[in-house]
């Protein structure tokens, strides 16, 4: 009987059994917002990272408000520690002494149900024989298609010129190099909000441009606003103007009337 095995070339994320057990308590939207952060943590070897909203929408196919409702109940329940950070990417755990503590809780009386529930292929009329028969296409074109995660960086970076180029040059590069540029893909693009000022995608492949220092532009300095009233510095001129004025028309009035009692005295000038 011959057997279909998935390619090796994406590496695995092996998963601890316990963690299937909170299927049975929660969302099918959470379950799939916790097995994509357990992916993207111990499927890497740490145990946290910070992940983007963007992200978690674009790799479970959920909306921004479902994926919200996903985290807070995985927090209610103790199973996914979130440490939310202020314009980054909040920083994301699965807890093994949370999801421990629920495998305890609902183990026993979820073992039960499922032995009465349970299946056996063969009493359904569905032989092992046939059912790999049935799935042999759908495998081969899962194996002939890994997920090299382009199309979220495509759907991330958000200038949409030069796809197909883009998708050759992502191909060739390094699953190390996918992973240093969904790092920091979210600090670039967040840097240049205006896509005029982003590099082309071609050429931030290209350019390795992810190795790159990421420097925010700077906001426009505000326009000096002038006060159209004048400090007060500005009408001492006109005030000292006034009062030389003043005194020059008093020093006259004084000359005027000396030449008057001059002239009644019959003094003459020479």
């Known amino acids: 009987m011959a057997h279909t095995k998935f390619k090796n070339e994406s590496g695995f994320t092996q998963i601890d059994n316990e963690l299937f057990y909170i299927q049975s308590v929660v969302s099918a939207s959470a379950f799939s917002v916790l097995i994509r952060v357990y992916r993207a943590t111990q499927g890497y070897g740490v145990a946290v990272k910070a992940l983007s909203g963007v992200y978690l929408q674009k790799t ?3 909306s921004k408000n479902t994926v919200t409702k996903a985290i807070k109940e995985l927090e209610d329940i103790g199973v996914l520690l979130v440490k939310r950070r202020a314009r980054l990417s909040s920083y994301y755990q699965v807890s093994v002494r949370g999801v421990a503590k629920v495998y305890k809780e609902v183990k026993d009386s ?3 149900e499922m032995e009465t529930l349970s299946l056996d292929l063969e ?4 032989a092992e024989e046939q059912f790999d028969q049935i799935s042999t296409e759908a495998t081969k074109e899962e194996m002939a298609v890994p997920d090299s995660g382009f199309e979220i960086f495509w759907s991330m970076y958000d200038k949409k010129l030069s796809k197909g ?5 992502w191909n060739r590069l390094s699953s190390s190099d ?3 540029i969904m790092k920091t893909l979210e600090g670039y693009v967040a840097a240049t909000p205006e896509k005029q000022f ?3 995608p071609i050429n931030y492949l290209n350019n390795r441009a992810w190795e790159d220092e990421v420097v925010e532009r700077s906001s ?8 159209s009233q004048l400090p007060p510095i500005f009408s001492a001129p006109v005030e000292v103007e006034r009062e030389v004025v003043r005194e020059g028309t008093e020093a006259d009035a004084k000359i005027t009337e000396f ?3 001059f002239g009644k005295k019959g003094n003459t000038y020479a």
């Open 198 to 200: 982003r590099k082309d």
């Open 110 to 112: 979820l073992e039960e």
């Open 178 to 180: 996918h992973r240093e």
């Open 220 to 227: 426009p300095t505000p326009p000096v606003k002038i006060n």
């Open 123 to 126: 009493d359904e009329g569905v």
């Open 165 to 169: 180029e883009c998708k050759k040059v």
């Open 60 to 62: 479970t196919n959920l």
């Open 259 to 261: 030449l008057k009692t």
